[in-house]
C-alpha cells in the first residue's frame, strides 16, 4: 500500500485502506462503501500469494489484483516469480562454490513457499544436486513457521556444514527468539545465508539478528 501511495500521491490522488481481516462480509461491505464513494479503481492486496476468489464479477471499476492472484483469468494479477526467486538464491550460492544447500520456507500449503523450493530443487538438479538435510525445511505457522524451524535444520548440523540457507523470509523479519537462535546457529556451524521474498522491518528500538 505504500508503493500505492508513493505512486498516487503526487497526482493529489487519495488511498483509502480497507483491511477485510480475511472476512468475505467485511469485504463485501467495504466493495460497497468504496464504490458509494465513487473511487476510480481498486487494489485487491493479500497476506500470501495463493489464488483467491474475485472480489465481484461486476465491479464498475478497474480492480488490480497485487501480491495476489484472482482466480478469473481475465483479471490483471500481478504477482512475483517466485520459482526464479528459488532458482537465483541456489544460483547465486552456487557461484560462491556452495554445494550443500539447504532451503528454510514456510507452510506447504502456500504458494509461495512450494513455488521457490521448486525453483530451488530444479535448479540443483540441473547440476546434479539435491537439497542438504534431507530437503526442504518447512515451518508450521502462517506467519512464524519458517522461523520455527532453523533451529530444527541446525540440527542437522553434519549435512549442513559449510553449507547455506535459501529462506522464503530475512532473519531480521523472524520474531524472537528464533531470529537469535538461527543467528546463534549460523555462528555455530558455519552457515552462509541468501534470503528470497519480502522482509518487514524490524520493531522500532529492536535490531535484526545478525547474518553472515
Same mark, same amino acid.
Request: proline share 8%.
Given at each position: 500500500m505504500q508503493g500505492a501511495e508513493?505512486?498516487?500521491?503526487?497526482?493529489?490522488?487519495?488511498?483509502?485502506?480497507?483491511?477485510?481481516?480475511?472476512?468475505?462480509?467485511?469485504?463485501?461491505?467495504?466493495?460497497?462503501?468504496?464504490?458509494?464513494?465513487? *473511487?476510480?479503481?481498486?487494489?485487491?492486496?493479500?497476506?500470501?500469494?495463493?489464488?483467491?476468489?474475485?472480489?465481484?464479477?461486476?465491479?464498475? *471499476?478497474?480492480? *488490480?489484483?497485487?501480491?495476489?492472484?484472482?482466480?478469473?483469468?481475465?483479471?490483471?494479477?500481478?504477482?512475483?516469480?517466485?520459482?526464479?526467486?528459488?532458482?537465483?538464491? *541456489?544460483?547465486?550460492?552456487?557461484?560462491?562454490?556452495r554445494t550443500k544447500i539447504g532451503?528454510?520456507?514456510?507452510?506447504?500449503?502456500?504458494? &509461495?513457499?512450494?513455488?521457490?523450493?521448486?525453483?530451488?530443487?530444479?535448479?540443483?538438479?540441473?547440476?546434479?544436486?539435491?537439497?542438504?538435510?534431507?530437503?526442504?525445511?518447512?515451518?508450521?505457522?502462517?506467519?512464524?513457521? &519458517?522461523?520455527?524451524?532453523?533451529?530444527?535444520?541446525?540440527?542437522?548440523?553434519?549435512?549442513?556444514?559449510?553449507?547455506?540457507?535459501?529462506?522464503?523470509?530475512?532473519?531480521?523479519?523472524w520474531p524472537t527468539p528464533y531470529?537469535?537462535?538461527?543467528?546463534?546457529?549460523?555462528?555455530?556451524?558455519?552457515?552462509?545465508?541468501?534470503?528470497?521474498?519480502?522482509?518487514?522491518?524490524?520493531?522500532?528500538?529492536?535490531?535484526?539478528?545478525?547474518?553472515?
Amino acid at each position: 500500500m505504500q508503493g500505492a501511495e508513493d505512486a498516487l500521491g503526487p497526482g493529489r490522488i487519495s488511498v483509502f485502506l480497507c483491511d477485510s481481516r480475511d472476512d468475505l462480509i467485511r469485504e463485501q461491505h467495504y466493495l460497497r462503501t468504496l464504490l458509494e464513494r465513487r *473511487v476510480d479503481g481498486i487494489i485487491v492486496t493479500g497476506r500470501r500469494q495463493d489464488p483467491r476468489e474475485p472480489i465481484g464479477s461486476d465491479v464498475p *471499476v478497474p480492480v *488490480v489484483y497485487a501480491m495476489t492472484s484472482s482466480t478469473n483469468p481475465g483479471d490483471l494479477s500481478l504477482i512475483p516469480d517466485d520459482a526464479e526467486g528459488g532458482a537465483i538464491a *541456489v544460483r547465486h550460492l552456487l557461484s560462491t562454490g556452495r554445494t550443500k544447500i539447504g532451503h528454510v520456507t514456510g507452510p506447504r500449503s502456500f504458494a &509461495a513457499s512450494r513455488l521457490r523450493a521448486q525453483g530451488a530443487e530444479q535448479t540443483l538438479a540441473a547440476d546434479g544436486l539435491e537439497l542438504a538435510a534431507g530437503g526442504r525445511c518447512t515451518g508450521n505457522g502462517p506467519r512464524s513457521g &519458517a522461523a520455527r524451524r532453523p533451529t530444527g535444520c541446525c540440527g542437522r548440523r553434519p549435512a549442513w556444514t559449510r553449507s547455506s540457507a535459501a529462506t522464503t523470509r530475512s532473519p531480521g523479519a523472524w520474531p524472537t527468539p528464533y531470529g537469535r537462535r538461527a543467528s546463534a546457529c549460523l555462528r555455530t556451524s558455519r552457515w552462509s545465508a541468501s534470503t528470497t521474498g519480502r522482509s518487514s522491518p524490524p520493531p522500532a528500538g529492536r535490531r535484526s539478528p545478525r547474518w553472515t
